[in-house]
């Protein structure tokens, strides 16, 4: 910039005394190649800029995209009465929700023929189109008995196969018959669809629940991970924020320049390149098998994490510390201040947003951390009895965000494929909520000077 | 280092403000200032002038112990602020420079409000019981720094806002709060305009009444108007001290004449 203004002058003005004095009109050959220069490096600039907008229009569009029907379902809404006496035999027999279903079926049937439906079904496409109803009903029996004799309105979950038609991912062209759903049961759905028996509607379950098994991708929720990946970044936030910032003052603004301090900072700066699953093993060699702390439990993670954050947190707020004018501490010291009010009361302020931006990225990092997870068994956890007891605390076992997303990919069934690129959708959620509350931070304790 | 007889201790007490005997300052292998002695006097402006790097300012900041920050620098020989060696063990350096304030190149007010700026010393001294004392300090501080008019009536404004010779004069005003006995300022004038440096220059003049102000500067003329003592100082050695009428007109060291006469520096 400086020599762009100053290079017309500053080559004018010892020409004067020459004989022939210069036109500013005429560029000379060095400017053009200077211009054309800067010309290239502007375009390399703009180009990168777009390479990288082009890639990440793409990122989101096929994340969205395929993310998306993760966060719909297709339930079966019906209206169906269970009777005293049929409660009493369902539960006399062996196979109880078995007996739920036969009686659902039936129920079905005989509403399905009152609206006229002309499609030939039978009582084991009812079974293939909706899930598994049996426990559904039958829990909802057992804890409401007053609801007996009634009509009750029920949203029973469809089958995958069903949920995977509903949403394109099978077609009429692409489905196999098999025991999981036929050919011919799509007329059936189609029949229901158009009287508004099933119906797709908003996946609540899928961001509160907790995850299934293997055969039910329709019932996993990612909302047990987002707690245990939040109560992780709670003990990542207490314990990597203070341990970091004071390691950092006290390197910064108190500690000797002696070879000691140099290793102490190598060390760091190489602790920030370790690969995570380092940390991974380091965390289940000490804390699980040294020091006998629960595991899958977030309190573990969250310490594993904190180890890789630090390096991360020290070396941003030294930079910020680094970069509060020296004058600050001099006018400080100058007024009679010992060191730690100079600190306390005028450099830490000030290097506060670079802190935050430090911590952010740090947080950034270790929430989308799945390797030193694998290893300490926050990963292919399949919750029992959610959400009771079950996602209450630290030491509770638990999954986390990147965790699930990885166990969903790595399963056969093509709809927990789905279930993870939602999945993905919900940690970039997470993420982004994280970051604004830091730039609502940041914004709070900027100050000029 | 504490081995002056008593008798040399109680005249200096009755002579001089500080008294510096034989200091040597070290930064690192550098010897930057050898054998320096002089007698400051208490209620007078002691300028000292010198080329730059002659070790002037690394002096200054030896009398409150500013250069205890870096961790290079070592200091020999005694500095006695009323008798006292500043570089006993005993001495706190905290409570040493809020009794020698210091006053610095770069006008460097803190980012918080005009207010807080001068409050801040008092605050962390103790030196108000309650918020009507320190308003007090504050309004009286300002005011010996001549700055209240036109702060008066944005005390809650920043700092930062001022201009550079409303900003100086703060940090003057904040350096006041703590009622030092000794400021040091150190090239207080050297960012500023003409008209703000007259300013300030009248200002120094004012409070000589009731401090003992030593300060470092460039410039001979501003020497030569606001101090009653100069020192002259060239590649870390005490060239010559006196009276600065005699300093400017009648210089016994021919490098101080060649000095102040512009041939060199």
Redesign the interface.
Known sequence: MTDATLSPDGAKAPEKTSAQPRSLYATDELTKKRNASEKRFQAYGIAAIGAGLFFLVVLAYSIISEGIPAFTRTVLTVEFTVTQEQFDDAESQLFKTRAYEVVFTEAMSTQFQQKNIQVPFDVAAIERIVGKPGSTIREFYRANPDQLGQPVAFELAASSRVDGYMNGRLTRDNITDSRFLQKSDLDLVDVLVESGIIQTVFNWPFITGADSGVDNPGGAGIGASVVGSFFMMLVVLFLSLPIGVAASIYLEEFAPQNKFTDLIEVNISNLAAVPSIVFGILGLAVFIQFMHLPQSAPIVGGLVLTLMTLPTIIISTRASLKAVPPSIRDAALGVGASKMQAVFHHVLPLAMPGILTGTIIGLAQALGETAPLLLIGMVGFVARGYPDGFVSGFMDPNSAMPAQIYTWAARSDFAFYEKAWGGIIVLLIFLLSMNILAIILRRRFERRW | MNDMPKIEQATDMTDSKISANKVQVYYGDTHAIKDVDIEIQPRSVTAFIGPSGCGKSTFLRTI?R?ND?L?ICRVKGSIQIDGEDIYDPKVDP??L??KV????Q?P????KSIYDNVA??PR??GLARNRAELDDIVASSLQKAGLWEEAKDRLDE?G?GMSGGQQQRL?IA??I??SPEVILMDEPCSALDPIATAKVEELIDELRENYTIVIVTHSMQQAARVSQRTAFFHLGILVEEGPTQDIFTNPVDKRTQDYITGRFG
């Open positions: 409150n500013m920050t961790d905290v409570q420079r809020a304030g210091m006053v610095f770069k460097n007010p803190f980012p801040y010393g962390i001294h920043p930062t940090c904040r350096a709060a703590v």
